[in-house]
Every structure is written in C-alpha cells, then in structure tokens.
C-alpha cells in the first residue's frame, strides 16, 4: 500500500491550487495524515497536518494560505493552497502515519512561477 498524490501543476503567483492524495489500498490505525514539500536543494519539509480529532498545524510560512482537509470515511486528504508564491514550488509529497507505519507517496511537482 502506498499513497497517490494528484492535483499539482504550473501556476503563476497569487494563484491557487488543490492537491489531493489517497491510499490505493486499506490502511488502518491512522493516527494523522499530513503534506510535505521539498524544493531542490533543500530538505524535506512539513506544511500541513491533521489529525484524527481533526486538529490542524502549519508552518508560519502557509499559515493563512494552505488548508488541509480529510475525508474520514475514503481517507482521502486534500489540501488546498491559495495565494501561491514562487517560494511554494517543490514536489509535494503525502504521508499517513499509522501504526505500525508510515506510508509515503511518490510526490506530485508544483512550479509557481512568478
């Protein structure tokens, strides 16, 4: 079982854009499911993160501009991203932690272009 992103894409600043990302298989025990990003360069970093009471946190550099959401029953996670900066571009990668582990995806590249 792995995660599948879907959703990124080329878009200029101030635009917005949603991601999405989904299990292609059943995962159980879900503690909390969250969206990574890594631009060239640099190391792998957290943006958004839910949990299973449906408790949210994000970095100051998103607050405000991304929103995570989950679907419990598909558990499906989205996040929805507006007023996008050139400094937002990086591949976008989904992770679930679960017990006993986690589950990663293999990314999906957003290109904010100024």
């Known amino acids: 079982v792995h995660m599948v992103e879907s959703g990124g894409g080329l878009v200029q600043a101030g635009e917005s854009l949603r991601l999405s990302c989904a299990a292609n298989?059943?995962?159980?025990?879900?503690?909390?499911m969250g969206w990574y990003r890594q631009a060239p360069g640099n190391q792998r970093e957290l943006v958004a993160a839910?949990?299973?009471?449906?408790?949210?946190n994000y970095p100051d550099s998103v607050k405000g501009r991304f929103t995570i959401s989950r679907d419990n029953v598909k558990n499906v996670v989205y996040l929805q991203m507006s007023s996008l900066k050139p400094e937002d571009t990086g591949v976008y990668y989904c992770?679930?932690?679960?017990?006993?582990?986690?589950?990663w995806g293999k990314g999906t590249l957003v290109t904010v272009s100024s």
């Open positions: 839910i949990r299973g009471d449906g408790s949210t």
């Open positions: 992770r679930t932690s679960a017990y006993p582990r986690d589950y």
């Open positions: 298989g059943t995962i159980s025990n879900i503690n909390a």
